[in-house]
């Protein structure tokens, strides 16, 4: 009990340090209470169509009941949301939020690298992102390489501390990269420096057999290692463990998703001919701009699709993106979800799911899926987040509009029955936060010098595309 | 003959008969280029790049949305000779107009982005031979976007079908980037899409520390203060001595045409490009964002007689006070960037424009985008209308008032009779993301709704 008292105080003490970098969600909050109830909305179930007048009732972070009258315990939060929309909260299946590093791009095969190592829970942009009403995250590592590091999946769990983010019993996954940014088309190599292979997609396609060909004979020995254990054989060695190796043998066994960066239809074909010969399947191509032209072949592997609305022309390899491609796909029954892989536009994916609308007339309920439940099967955490359903989590944002239309807001954002986003919360503290930061300002120390060098500012921003796939203009050192 | 011109030759159909010279700059072309040459660049052949002709055109029993005034339901509009010729509830419809049914549809002005580089650049990454945005050095008043404007450009088909009618496409290198223009998206020739062809210099203001305009969000590096003020000075008095010189080379030239005994001036291609805008002919447009960078261009523009726009304008809410009271207007450009600081509130660009419009400010809203996703201003605006921005002032903010600040408001930006008819009829509300654009005309001329994107869409979409 101590040690626990102890500790929240030194958390909150780092919370009051650090609350004015980052000012918004770093208060201390109110306890949370057992039960919410959110009244007389018009609920976006996803998997069970659209409840008018309803109400939803949270309790201990799950989804308790939803229908109509219901009623809550006596300290029970209440919420009348009378003519607001109820929707699952946002998923975004490709970001690379909170990641302090996006790309171990020395090497052309990375798989022993993980994102869960970079992650930094104070960045600003994680509040953003739930004030759009997002709640959960796939965090990719980058497109640099064929085979890249391992992912995390989160919960944007804002103020918590950094392993109440890890989303529980999400699938594992791995990011591989097609085309241009593996082959380092766009990057500027340094005279003198020898090129890192491959530079041709023909080359891609040898980086991803040649280790999916050393990880079938490593899974082999350890296969036969094992079998000699149970044998009870004398005198055995254990196999010299292989980390690069691990996460392949994972996928080869189905434990692990691919999510495959790619922009062309060839080098879709590619990947999925080479996890047919391997025995593995794909589980999401990412982007996969030129899906929509070889939208049974991907449909037939059973992969899944998570993409842009409507980028394109940003690069050769983005020049025949087109924004039906999510309907196209969607009809020849590919699991679409629509993407960020930015921390600006994961701030509207409401109005990029309605773009399938526009673009291909998909259903109300066909785009509100691309960015809830599709992403989450994507995952493998569609029977915790992505629809309202009763056991499910409470991971859910209240709406002041339709979250398909462009003049709609969020109010409020919870993650497994706690706000971590509220409007009036927000602006009812901006008075007071506006008063310390010109104070801080005041203070001796903060004061800009009137010549000489600046003190070295907090951390800056990350650039908002340099570090995601569709930047890759970076300087290459080996 | 530019690059792009070629691409599009090589690309599409090949002259057998072409010279061997030519045939060797194709070939030298394709080894340059060989990633831009991979794929078609330059709308599909379908849409052929030919100007479609002007008719005459009734809209009828349509919710005609006028901006300017009020809405007209069960309305009439006739189009004739490029021009909205009529407009009302009881329009006698003229012989041979071909009429198209507008029940339950809507009659909007087109939409005009004021922050674009539509037809200078078609693939940014990888393809530098489609990029004319940016010339070589610091000092370009002569380079005028008009005359690298492609109208081939698969961009402006893409942007058009959405209901984006018109642009200002802007240079962007350097000091002085050169000369903006207004056009129309559809058209053979530059000039054919020219609605002004040198409509606003366009200055990046200079930045303490970096360079103003194009992509903020840069990892803060330690500054030496002094160093970074003497350079954003140096680069300030730069720009101040051309405009100067202009001045006086105006002076001079016309000096000498009333008087030819005195000795002849020189011509300069670029101070001569100068004059009409140190004169306060035609607008500057200042690429600004910060509170700084637009204070210091609103005393620049004041110093030297300038007529000043604020291109960008992301701490526009800060000076909003300032910007009425010298009547400088805005084109805001960052609605959806993150917001500059980290401690910024997370909707401190969304509620930029609400904060202009109450204060009385002068602005517009544009998607700032180089060419792919102009087609997306209306969600901008959209999203400036769900932070407090009144709905009709969301509207206006991507036609009326982009059309006034580039003054061109007695001819676009409104259905007003008299004006250019340049309107897209849609079957919701303009600038929701779920609304589809039935019928687009520009310039009095029926544009078909096709792209680059919907031709794809109909070769793929049905394919077994």
Not at chain 1, 330 to 342: L, P
Not at chain 1, 382 to 406: C, F, M, T, Y
Not at chain 2, 26 to 37: D, G
Not at chain 2, 320 to 341: F, H, M, Q, Y
Request: hydrophobic share 40%.
């Amino acid at each position: 009990m101590k040690r626990t008292a102890t500790a929240r105080i030194l958390l909150l003490t780092v919370v009051w340090c650090t609350s004015w970098i980052n000012v918004p969600a770093q208060q201390p909050r109110p306890a949370e209470p057992n039960e919410t109830l959110i009244r007389n909305a018009t609920l976006l179930t996803i998997t069970h169509g659209t409840l008018e007048n309803s109400d939803i009732l949270i309790r201990r972070g799950k989804i308790a009941a939803i229908g109509k009258g219901l009623k809550a315990a006596a300290d029970a939060r209440v919420i009348d949301a009378g003519g607001k929309f109820v929707m699952p909260g946002i998923i975004d299946c490709h970001s690379h939020s909170m990641l302090d590093a996006i790309n171990e791009g020395s090497l052309s095969v990375t798989s022993m690298v993980r994102t869960r190592d970079v992650l930094n829970p104070n960045d600003v942009d994680l509040y953003r992102a739930l004030a759009g009403g997002v709640t959960s995250l796939n965090l990719l590592h980058g497109s640099a390489n064929a085979i890249g590091g391992l992912n995390t999946v989160v919960k944007i769990k804002y103020g918590h501390p950094i392993d109440e983010f890890i989303f529980p019993g999400a699938m594992p996954g791995i990011k591989f990269a097609l085309g241009e940014n593996p082959k380092r088309s766009n990057s500027t190599v340094l005279p003198g420096v020898t090129r890192r292979y491959p530079g041709t997609r023909m080359g891609v396609e040898e980086v991803i057999r040649d280790a999916f060909t050393r990880a079938r004979d490593y899974k082999k020995t350890w296969d036969e290692y094992r079998a000699a254990v149970a044998r009870r054989d004398k005198n055995l060695i254990p196999p010299r463990r292989d980390l690069q190796l691990e996460p392949l043998v994972e996928v080869l066994e189905g434990k692990r998703y691919v999510h495959a960066h790619c922009y062309r239809a060839d080098e879709i074909l590619m990947l999925i001919n080479i996890a047919d010969e391997f025995g593995f399947k794909v589980k999401t191509f990412q982007h996969v701009l030129e899906g929509y032209k070889v939208a049974k072949e991907i449909a037939r592997h059973g992969a899944g699709a998570s993409i842009f609305a409507d980028n394109w022309a940003y690069k050769i390899e983005a020049y025949d993106a087109i924004p039906y491609n999510a309907a196209i796909m969607t009809r020849a029954g590919v699991v679409v979800s629509m993407n960020s892989d930015s921390d600006e536009r994961a701030r509207r994916l409401n109005i990029e799911a309605a773009k399938a609308m526009r673009y291909g007339d998909l259903t109300e309920e066909q785009a509100l899926k691309l960015v809830t439940i599709n992403p989450a099967i994507q995952l493998g955490i569609q029977d915790r987040v992505g629809s309202l359903e009763v056991g499910k989590d409470a991971d859910l944002a209240i709406w002041n509009g339709h979250p398909l239309s462009v003049y709609s807001r969020v109010d409020t954002t919870f993650i497994d029955g706690e706000i971590f986003f509220d409007r009036q919360q927000d602006l009812a503290q901006r008075a007071d936060l506006l008063k310390e930061r010109a104070q801080l300002e005041q203070a001796e120390p903060n004061r800009p010098p009137a010549r000489g060098v600046s003190p070295q500012a907090p951390r800056g921003r990350r650039p908002s595309h340099a570090d995601d796939d569709l930047w890759e203009g970076d300087i290459y050192q080996p | 003959m530019p690059a792009s011109t070629f691409l599009a030759t090589q690309a599409g159909r090949q002259d057998a008969c072409a010279p061997k010279q030519l045939l060797i700059l194709i070939v030298l072309l394709l080894v340059c280029l060989a990633p831009a040459s991979a794929q078609q660049i330059g709308n599909p052949p379908s849409e052929g790049g030919v100007t479609p002709p002007r008719g005459t055109y009734a809209i009828r029993n349509a919710r005609i949305v006028t901006v300017s005034g009020p809405d007209i339901e069960n309305g009439t509009i006739v189009i004739r000779d490029g021009k909205i010729e009529a407009l009302g509830t009881n329009v006698s419809i003229p012989s041979g107009a071909q009429s198209i049914d507008g029940r339950g549809l809507s009659v909007y002005p087109g939409m005009i982005d004021a922050g674009t580089s539509l037809g200078l650049v078609e693939v940014d990454q990888g393809a530098a031979g489609t990029v004319d945005t940016s010339e070589v050095g610091e000092l370009n008043p002569n380079a005028k976007a008009i005359i690298a404007v492609n109208p081939h450009s698969a961009h402006l088909a893409v942007t058009r079908v959405d209901g984006v009618t018109s642009a200002v496409t802007l240079p962007s290198g350097g000091l002085i980037s050169g000369q903006a223009a207004v056009i129309n998206l559809v058209g053979t020739t530059p000039l054919e899409m020219a609605v002004v062809p040198y409509a606003a210099l366009v200055i990046n203001y200079p930045r303490v520390g970096n360079r103003g305009g194009g992509f903020g969000g840069e990892q803060q590096q330690p500054v030496n203060l002094t160093e970074a003020l003497a350079a954003s000075t140096r680069q300030v008095e730069q720009i101040r001595k051309m405009l100067k010189d202009a001045e006086a080379y105006g002076r001079a030239q016309d000096a000498y045409a009333k008087d030819k005994t005195l000795p002849r001036p020189d011509q300069s291609v670029m101070l001569e490009a100068l004059v009409p805008y140190v004169r306060g002919e035609r607008l500057v447009i200042f690429r600004a964002d910060r509170e700084n960078e637009m204070r210091g261009a609103i005393r620049f523009a004041e110093e030297l007689k300038l007529k000043p726009v604020i291109l960008g304008g992301d701490d526009a809410w800060k000076i909003a006070s300032l910007l009425k009271e010298k009547n400088v207007p805005v084109i805001l450009t960052g609605i959806l960037d993150l917001p500059t600081r980290e401690d910024d509130f997370y909707d401190t660009l969304y509620e930029n424009a609400s904060k202009l419009q109450q204060t009385g400010v002068r602005f517009c809203i544009s998607s700032g985008d180089g060419g792919p996703n102009v087609r997306n201003l209306p969600y901008y605006a959209g999203m400036a209308a769900a932070f407090g921005l009144p709905k009709s002032d969301a509207l206006k903010a991507v036609t009326l008032y982009p059309a006034q600040i580039m003054n061109v408001g007695d001819r676009m930006g409104s259905i007003e009779v008299g004006k250019m008819a340049n309107l897209v009829v849609t079957n919701g509300d303009l600038l929701e993301t779920r609304s589809a654009v039935r019928y687009l005309f520009i310039d009095g001329r029926e544009v078909k709704l096709n792209s680059r994107h919907t031709d794809l869409n109909d070769a793929f979409k049905n394919r077994k």
